[in-house]
């Protein structure tokens, strides 16, 4: 992973019982399990809102972005909700090709994310489970 760290960040945010996951620089096959990992380790903490920070996210591919919403999905049957941040234009310009951007919420920046006051997360079953398979 070129520019990119092995080691992914999560913190936990005051508030009510918010977590804060930073996403490295390329989101690919080759970390997407370290991507993965610390979202679920996130939600196991039982957080009523999840932020998975794309700040210098630059890249991320279809297994990045299955891997969003797969986390999507682990919080909503949890009750939480994830948000998810990004500030290129190229990530978010992919999110939207593909639609994923119509399941996730998707902010333009870290303080955005953290001010939205709702909670609640959004439906679950936004996309088919065969559009999982191919994110």
Do not use: K, W
Not at 88 to 107: C, K, N, P, W
């Amino acid at each position: 992973m070129p520019g990119g760290s092995r080691r992914i960040l999560v913190t936990p945010v005051s508030g009510p019982r918010t977590a804060v996951v930073a996403l490295p620089i390329e989101i690919d096959a080759a970390n997407v399990g370290l991507v993965e990992a610390a979202l679920a380790s996130a939600l196991a903490s039982r957080p009523t809102v999840l932020i998975a920070d794309g700040t210098t996210t630059v890249f991320c591919d279809s297994s990045g972005i299955g891997t969003l919403i797969r986390a999507h999905r682990q919080a909503a049957a949890t009750g939480a909700q994830l948000r998810v941040v990004i500030t290129t234009s190229q990530v978010r310009r992919v999110l939207e090709l593909i639609g994923a951007d119509q399941l996730l919420r998707v902010y333009p920046s870290l303080p955005c994310a953290q001010a939205d006051g709702s909670s609640q997360p959004a439906p679950p079953s936004a996309a088919r489970p065969e559009d999982e398979e191919s994110a």
